[in-house]
């Protein structure tokens, strides 16, 4: 110990001197032995932790402190951080953070969190404990709080800390909050946040999310933090949240996560986004991510969907639109109330209406297919066979207004020749009706070939085994 003093006071007295270019390398072999003595220091036999932490660690403090220099206290500590084991910090964490602050105000303390981070994260959390979150957050609020640092130097702290926080202790989401509490005051301090800093809170936020998934949900600050990011950023954090939903096969449980995932996605569908097909598509699989056990909230959810989408319905209608109505189909089968069936087949009649005018055809295959489902399921309900009819009126009155392509007008009306063949659960009135609309709508082909066809697939309507069976 006497032998590192006096080499180090020599260090020191030829910093504060204006050193020729001759002594510059002398100063750094003097530097290489004051770090030399440390490592001695760190293998000498018989030393223990509990030898460090009561001798040994408070002889280096007060020597470091005395040494008075910033530059030789920052690189005396670095040194201690350095060569002695983690179990010897996790014991004295507390006493050398506490001898850090002692020093000269000049000495940058927040490079001995973020070293100390770093290593300790690295263990186990049985092995580090959670006195060590406490220590660190401790200190990491005195730094914000005392040091003037720079916002962005705050920032580089806070995304250390998150790190060894969200390594260690990842069921802990109340830890990970206060982080990002404490990172929203350090970014409100700030009329203009900086290019440097909005990256480094970019960087912040993803971590969290890699490292909690669709926890983050249940952070109150974590979506307070994405309001702070430019638009672009906003655009990509948002996809990486959709990206998560999709590849984690977890479900958005309740109205209240619904909510908060539509809004920290909310950037892209915003009208200025511009979203690549692939990006569509995946934003038109959220919907069958909604899994609420109450089929009137599930409603609820999915009209909040579709209001959340239909800021921009040109962008959406033939991705995400489609979707929606299914979603209301699969709802009606487990609606064992009236209204509520009625309401989301209501619901999908007119999302699909919408659809229609942009796409006839796609919207003539929904109604086909949810007159499918209304027959699957049976009519127990008086009105579902008047939904059945309504379904299937409304797909004809489509295929003889709105569809314009010979070849199109085939394909659609063997379609609804099909679905009119498998309603074996229909009354003979609605079914009646049904054929003579179907059985002229073959005469409206173009080609006298397609008539003739169409006319021989509509035979088989009349000779499905429960039609024969009734007859």
């Not at 005051?185 to 990256?199: A, P, R």
């Not at 697939?457 to 009734?470: E, G």
Request: glycine share 4%; charged share 25%; hydrophobic share 45%.
């Amino acid at each position: 110990m006497k032998n590192l003093f006096e080499m180090n006071r020599l260090w020191v007295r030829m910093l504060h001197k204006n050193i020729k270019e001759a002594m510059q390398q002398e100063a750094k072999e003097l530097d290489m032995l004051v770090g030399e003595n440390i490592v001695r220091l760190s293998s000498l036999e018989g030393l223990t932790p509990d030898s460090y932490k009561s001798s040994l660690l408070p002889l280096l403090l007060s020597f470091t402190r005395s040494s008075k220099h910033p530059l030789s206290q920052q690189y005396l500590i670095d040194c201690i951080i350095k060569v002695f084991p983690d179990d010897y910090h996790l014991g004295t964490l507390e006493k050398l953070l506490e001898g850090c602050i002692a020093l000269d105000k000049d000495v940058d303390v927040k490079l001995f969190l973020m070293e100390l981070m770093e290593r300790l994260g690295n263990c186990s959390e049985g092995v580090v404990g959670r006195e060590a979150f406490e220590v660190f957050g401790k200190y990491v609020k005195w730094v914000i709080e005392e040091k003037g640092e720079k916002t962005v130097k705050l920032l580089e702290l806070n995304a250390r800390f998150m790190l060894f926080t969200v390594k260690l202790y990842p069921s802990e989401v109340g830890y990970v909050d206060s982080i990002l509490e404490s990172t929203e005051t350090i970014i409100k301090k700030e009329s203009e946040v900086e290019v440097d800093c909005l990256d480094l809170l970019m960087n912040l936020l993803v971590i969290t999310l890699e490292a909690l998934s669709l926890s983050v949900l249940e952070l109150t600050h974590y979506s307070l933090l994405v309001k702070c990011l430019p638009f672009r950023l906003q655009t990509n954090l948002s996809q990486r949240i959709l990206l998560v939903l999709i590849n984690s096969n977890q479900t958005l449980t309740s109205l209240d996560k619904l909510g908060i995932f539509m809004e920290l996605i909310s950037s892209l569908t915003e009208p200025k986004s511009k979203l690549e097909i692939n990006l569509q598509l995946s934003i038109a699989k959220l919907i069958h991510f909604i899994c609420i056990e109450e089929p009137e909230k599930e409603l609820l959810a999915i009209a909040k969907f579709k209001q959340e989408f239909s800021k921009d319905p040109n962008k959406f209608i033939l991705t995400v639109f489609p979707g929606l109505v299914w979603a209301l189909y699969k709802l009606s089968a487990k609606c064992k109330d009236s209204t509520l069936y009625l309401k989301a087949h209501e619901f999908a009649f007119q999302i699909i209406g919408e659809l229609a005018l942009v796409n006839p055809e796609a919207a003539i295959k929904l109604l086909l297919n949810g007159a499918l489902v209304l027959n699957e399921h049976g009519f127990e309900l008086n009105e579902a066979e008047a939904l059945f009819m309504q379904y299937v009126d409304k797909a004809i009155s489509l295929f003889h207004d709105e569809l314009i392509d010979s070849n199109v007008k085939y394909r659609v009306l063997i379609l609804i020749i099909g679905t009119v063949e498998r309603a074996n659960s229909l009354s003979d009135t609605f079914f009646e009706q049904l054929t003579k609309k179907v059985v002229g709508s073959c005469t409206r082909l173009l080609r006298k070939q397609d008539q003739c066809k169409a006319i021989l697939w509509c035979s088989h309507i009349f000779a499905t085994p429960s039609r024969v069976i009734k007859k």
